[in-house]
């Protein structure tokens, strides 16, 4: 069985949500012989791109590197990971401030399927796209880095559902990531997430206690 088919028959059996979320780890030591094919990759981002987002304008743009030159001129802009040049792919995860001006073409495709009347998506068209186009850059950022946040966990329980293994990094150069990889001005960098088979396994990690890290009504 190629690792195409097996990564397919893995996508129609439901994981356990419970055994996913408790065996993801931030994975540091890759196979650099295992290869998602870039159909693969596309499956995983399908299920990412399915995360909340604020008007569900879907902000968050993706730049996977999974070619050797490109993951030679990553290395040294993530502080010289390995896992940058050992897993099969790392996807850069950034968020588009002016991904409000897709509004019209989300609110399209609503229409078409049927999950709004033409009449509310042209209402919501017109709101969305003065509120948001009103806000300040600083206020853009955050609601990108929000949602792309989103996104980036969702990836990674997808990812780990099939049975791979992820790490997030925010351990990078943005300003040179942007000018290595001609990412748009209107792009603001969220974190990278290698993604591929572990050749070592995660350390686990000590977790505080839930009393520990809440409060009921108030502080």
Do not use: C
Request: charged residues 25%; proline residues 5%; without cysteine.
């Amino acid at each position: 069985m190629s690792t195409e088919q097996a990564f397919r028959q893995a996508e129609r059996i439901p994981a356990d949500f419970g055994e996913v979320i408790r065996t993801r780890r931030s994975v540091r030591h890759y196979d650099p012989n295992f290869v998602l094919s870039r159909e693969e990759i596309k499956s995983l981002l399908a299920d990412a791109v399915l995360a909340p987002s604020s008007n569900n304008l879907q902000p968050w743009r993706f730049l996977v590197i999974d070619q050797p030159e490109d993951k030679e001129k990553l290395y040294p802009i993530a502080y010289n990971q390995r896992q940058v040049l050992e897993a099969s792919a790392t996807i850069a995860v950034l968020g588009d401030i002016e991904g409000y001006k897709r509004a019209g073409e989300i609110t399209r495709i609503a229409v078409e399927r049927g999950y709004m009347t033409e009449e509310f998506a042209a209402q919501q068209r017109e709101r969305l796209v003065s509120s948001y186009g009103s806000m300040s850059t600083d206020s853009l950022k955050r609601i990108a880095l929000i949602d792309g946040s989103l996104a980036s966990m969702q990836l990674m329980l997808a990812a780990r559902a099939r049975g791979l293994d992820t790490v997030p990094m925010g351990g990078f150069d943005h300003e040179q990531f942007i000018e290595a990889f001609n990412v748009p001005d209107t792009y603001v960098p969220v974190m990278l997430i290698a993604v591929g088979k572990a050749a070592a396994e995660g350390r686990p990690t000590a977790r505080l206690a839930v009393d520990d890290v809440t409060a009921w009504g108030s502080f």
